[in-house]
């Protein structure tokens, strides 16, 4: 059992930038592959960022590459999402995401989800 929580979202303007964090419980954390998802307002949930087990792949939806970078740190059982030049689209709650593999996250095969927290961009 994976439990997930979320922190760094909040308000920000176009342009600027925001770092959230996915802080995991549970020693099998370095097991799995970790990922963002984000849902915004009248649209569904859409993949955004993931990062194998060991670090070494990560996938990115095109609208975010350049500008997003997913990491981790196994030994603070934390995932990371660095987002910067940030658009109002990017308005939306994010959830992190845990599963067997990046291929899975990208097929929304997750096995654990966070709460989310919600980030704003204003134009």
């Known amino acids: 059992q994976v439990q997930l929580v979320e922190s760094g979202g909040g308000l920000v303007q176009a342009g600027g930038s925001l770092r959230l964090s996915c802080a995991a419980s549970g020693s099998t954390f370095s097991r799995y592959a970790m990922g963002w998802f984000r849902h915004a307002p009248g649209k569904g949930r859409e993949f955004v960022a993931a990062i194998s087990w060991m670090g070494r792949h990560t996938a990115y939806v095109d609208s975010v590459k350049g500008r997003f970078t997913v990491s981790r740190d196994d030994a603070k059982y934390t995932t990371y999402l660095q987002m910067n030049t940030l658009k109002p689209e990017d308005t939306a709650v994010y959830y992190c995401?845990?599963?067997?593999?990046?291929?899975?996250?990208?097929?929304?095969?997750?096995?654990?989800w966070g709460q989310g927290t919600q980030v704003t961009v204003s134009s």
């Open positions: 995401a845990a599963s067997v593999s990046v291929r899975s996250l990208s097929d929304y095969k997750v096995d654990y």
